[in-house]
């Protein structure tokens, strides 16, 4: 039975004075509703929102269109085909494939079938993989093409529970059998499950009976910045709550064929796979791209919606300064006049007549033309993963285009907060989730409860215990607080915070995020653990013209430094200003080189691994607090 609530949401205390308040979504902004599996969206989208080009695969001919009906009975002659090989309720089933159809179908179908899917990245290492296989006793591996088979090299055969191979995409020269394992293909087990289903047609509903909305739907497991991966359960209703939550919170979103979504982030992390069950529900159409053919996927579908993560949108803006720049004659100053206009504009804040007569001049001469970079039609941006800068969300809403900054974790289904079109507040993640709480507990810690809450870590009871309590909180890690409006700001992770030798305290993340802003800089840590000064290894962005080969590594000339070293001296004193004294940087180290997943810097969700970080660069971390005539071949020392 659906348990649908709604809730008077604002903040309110416990019954003791000393306790945190508790905030909740303001009124009216998301339904609440319990109960629901995921096939449940699929079904009833194919009943109330069927689109005839729901899912969209490019490949050499162009797009190939798949219908949400078409959609749901492939999910269900697979998820057949799975349960007709043997496999039971509750197996685990890995996905190494690409974020495209190929992971939709296993998803559905899996969970069609009472099976718990396993995501892994791409990017991981054979270790890191190795791991995860061994761990969740995975007894089938999905892949999407013959060339990510042959990238596992000789790993299937070291996993004892592996007994099946799916290729999504296969060809003639998929072998039949590897190292022992049978390999099969997509469409042999969709005629598997065609037949089954022709000789019993009420199985696939049988098994849609069995499925509890507390079953485990998928474990995600996420490495975070530190130590081995965890498994994160979630469940049926930890999912389903979340879209249905988020979706009712976007009124301007609308059902049916009439919004158009680019996805191109990857669909193992949560965030763009709960997007992708939130477009399904609402028969969205949905195109797949990637991050290397974005720019011209954009062009050719002009989607009306996309999430992203910040770095996309700072790249975004970079071109539209730099397209700015090269203008010449009377445009130039009419560039530069609108992009004032912008930086003057506040989302949430009363504008005057005047402003708005000169925005609407600003946006026929020049913000269309930003539009058009995007596709044309795009009205709103989810971001997520990462702070964004508070300059971006205004000036791309003065443009037209509402960034809507979210926060939430893997363990959260994701959402926790999300800024709302009608009650945005740039700075801010916005207002809780609908159904979620968040309170600041101690040392400003984000803790938050609800349905979205995952059901613990896989095999890790004890890691389970640490974060979540016994009255339901879930001990993010991560700091914040709420300003007097409702709106929940991330201040920094409770893990990074650094004392000086000096005994004070330093919070690094406001003064990184301060120096990201700089098109110069792609990554900046601080640090000053038990040193007397904040210092900075700053990883430089070659693409601005920081190296003139651009490339990674290589040392830019003498001259070019001096103008490269100035450039930085000037951004180091725009992200100091307004901090104490003693959490400014007085040094830097400028790197010639990126933050990878390969070298372990980075995390498959681009988080930068801090002490990784140190580890690798400890060259660099010696000469700004203890120069003695190192040579640094990949960087240099700046004092400020």
Not at 395 to 409: D, K, N, P, S, T
């Amino acid at each position: 039975m659906v348990d649908t609530m709604t809730r008077n949401l604002t903040h309110r205390k416990e019954d003791r004075p000393d306790v945190s308040p508790i905030y909740q979504a303001p009124v009216g902004s998301g339904e609440v509703v319990l109960g629901r599996t995921l096939p449940s969206l699929l079904r009833e989208a194919a009943e109330e929102n069927p689109n005839p080009r729901a899912f969209n695969q490019h490949g050499s001919s162009g797009w190939s269109p798949l219908s949400t009906r078409d959609f749901l009975r492939r999910s269900e002659d697979l998820a057949l085909g799975l349960r007709g090989r043997g496999l039971d309720r509750g197996d685990r089933v890995a996905l190494f494939t690409h974020s495209d159809t190929s992971f939709c179908l296993t998803d559905m179908a899996c969970l069609m079938a009472g099976l718990v899917d396993v995501p892994i990245y791409l990017t991981h290492t054979h270790t890191a993989i190795e791991y995860v296989l061994n761990e969740s006793e995975a007894r089938v591996l999905v892949v999407s093409d013959r060339a990510l088979l042959e990238a596992l090299g000789d790993l299937p055969q070291r996993i004892p529970s592996l007994s099946l191979l799916v290729v999504f995409e296969a060809d003639d020269h998929v072998p039949s059998s590897l190292a022992g394992i049978e390999v099969t293909t997509f469409s042999r087990l969709e005629l598997e499950g065609s037949a089954i289903r022709e000789d019993h047609p009420g199985r696939i509903d049988e098994y849609d009976g069995m499925i509890d909305v507390d079953d485990v739907a998928t474990i995600i497991y996420t490495s975070g910045t530190t130590g081995l991966p965890k498994g994160v359960m979630l469940t049926h209703e930890n999912i389903s709550s979340n879209v249905i939550a988020a979706m009712t919170g976007l009124p301007s979103f609308h059902r049916g064929e009439g919004e158009t979504a680019l996805s191109f982030l990857p669909l193992t992390h949560i965030f763009a796979r709960t997007l992708q069950y939130a477009y399904m529900w609402y028969g969205t159409t949905v195109y797949f791209s990637d991050p290397t053919s974005l720019r011209d996927h954009m062009q050719e579908v002009h989607p009306t919606f996309f999430a992203a993560v910040p770095r996309v949108i700072e790249k975004a803006f970079e071109r539209i300064l730099a397209a700015g720049q090269a203008l010449t004659g009377l445009k130039k100053p009419l560039f530069n006049w609108s992009l004032g206009l912008a930086r003057q504009f506040e989302v949430g804040a009363e504008t005057t007549g005047l402003y708005e007569l000169q925005r609407s001049i600003a946006d026929r001469l020049v913000f269309s033309k930003w539009r058009e970079a995007l596709g044309g039609r795009i009205r709103t941006i989810i971001v997520g993963g990462a702070a964004i800068r508070p300059e971006l969300v205004n000036v791309f809403a003065a443009a037209g285009i509402e960034l809507l900054q979210g926060y939430g974790l893997t363990e959260t289904s994701p959402v926790i907060a999300f800024n709302r079109a009608e009650n945005n507040r740039a700075g801010t993640v916005g207002p809780p989730l609908a159904g979620v709480e968040v309170m600041i507990g101690g040392e400003g810690e984000i803790l938050a409860r609800g349905p979205n809450i995952m059901k613990g870590y896989y095999k890790q009871p004890g890691l389970t215990d640490e974060v979540l309590d016994t009255d339901g909180w879930f001990h993010t890690g991560d700091l914040g607080k709420v300003t007097p409006d409702g709106f929940l700001q991330i201040t920094g992770r409770l893990k990074n915070l650094f004392k000086l030798s000096t005994g004070k305290y330093v919070m690094p993340q406001p003064l990184e995020e301060r120096l990201e802003a700089h098109a110069l800089v792609d990554a900046a840590v601080v640090i000053g653990e038990d040193e007397k000064y904040c210092a900075a290894l700053l990883f430089i962005n070659a693409e601005e013209g920081s190296v003139p080969s651009s490339e990674t590594g290589a040392m830019p000339d003498a001259s070019h430094q001096i103008v490269l070293q100035q450039s930085v001296k000037r951004a180091a004193a725009e992200a100091n200003h307004g901090f104490p004294p003693w959490s400014t940087v007085k040094k830097v180290a400028l790197i010639f080189e990126e933050l990878s997943i390969e070298n372990g810097t980075l995390t498959p969700k681009l988080s930068v691994r801090r002490e990784e970080v140190l580890a690798h660069y400890r060259d660099y971390v010696e000469a700004l607090y203890h120069p003695a005539g190192q040579v640094l071949d990949r960087g240099v020392i700046v004092d400020l």
